[in-house]
């Protein structure tokens, strides 16, 4: 059975940091190209960024108003994704979720709050 | 960047009805489309892959047919568990892009 479990999500104040980790099972992780994307409060989807499988050099990409600030690395050996979070700002306020493109595999996301 | 426009953003139909819902790239992305399905207060769901492929699980009323620059969501016959919000996802190049997102009501 397929599992995706996010966390890390909480209150933080504006400027400051998150980690958020993405821990998956069930499906081949290592070959898997993981994504984040969020969703502020009554909003659509926006695509945060994602990392490419060590086969592709785990090539990262960011949307524009993340670049910068946020950082997406790996683990597979805990199959793991992390999505490194600095410089907050209130507009980050949303729920994070990490997912898989090809294979369709979502977690049920993790809230952010940017809140002073 | 490639921009992702999708009509309409709401459209309100009735049980048994053909729902169209279109995404326009502002460039060409050969096939590489996807759809999901969001319900409020849960994870998208994906529906269609590569612009006509039907994820494993998922109703054949719903089929997906575009290439290029044009894409079409098509829901042939509207079911109540139908009511959600549909997004597209190109992922031909980055930074991939959603649409806008399209909500559907049942009347």
């Known amino acids: 059975e397929v599992q995706v479990v996010e966390s890390g999500g909480g209150l933080v104040k504006p400027g400051g940091s998150l980690r958020l980790s993405c821990v998956a099972s069930?499906?081949?992780?290592?070959?898997?190209?993981m994504t984040w994307v969020r969703q502020a409060p009554g909003k659509g989807l926006e695509w945060v960024g994602h990392i490419e499988s060590k086969a592709y050099g785990e090539a990262t990409d960011y949307a524009a108003p993340v670049k910068g600030r946020f950082t997406i690395s790996r683990d597979d050996s805990k199959n793991t994704v992390f999505l490194q979070m600095n410089s907050l700002k209130t507009e980050d306020t949303a729920m994070y979720y990490c997912?898989?493109?090809?294979?369709?595999?979502w977690g049920r996301g993790t809230l952010v709050t940017v809140s002073s | 960047d490639i921009q992702m426009t999708q009509s309409p953003s709401s459209l309100s139909a009735s049980v048994g009805d053909r729902v169209t819902i279109t995404c326009r790239a502002s460039?060409?992305?050969?096939?590489?489309l996807a759809w999901y399905q969001q319900k409020p207060g849960k994870a998208p769901k994906g529906l269609i892959f590569?612009?006509?492929g039907l994820r494993s699980g998922v109703p054949s009323r719903f089929s997906g047919s575009g290439s290029g620059t044009e894409f079409t969501l098509t829901i042939t016959s509207l079911q109540p568990e139908d009511s959600a919000s549909y997004y597209c996802l190109q992922y031909n190049s980055c930074p991939r892009t959603f649409g806008q997102g399209t909500k559907v009501e049942i009347k």
């Open positions: 069930g499906f081949s992780f290592s070959n898997a190209w």
């Open positions: 460039q060409g992305i050969r096939n590489d």
């Open positions: 997912f898989t493109v090809t294979g369709d595999y």
């Open positions: 590569a612009a006509s």
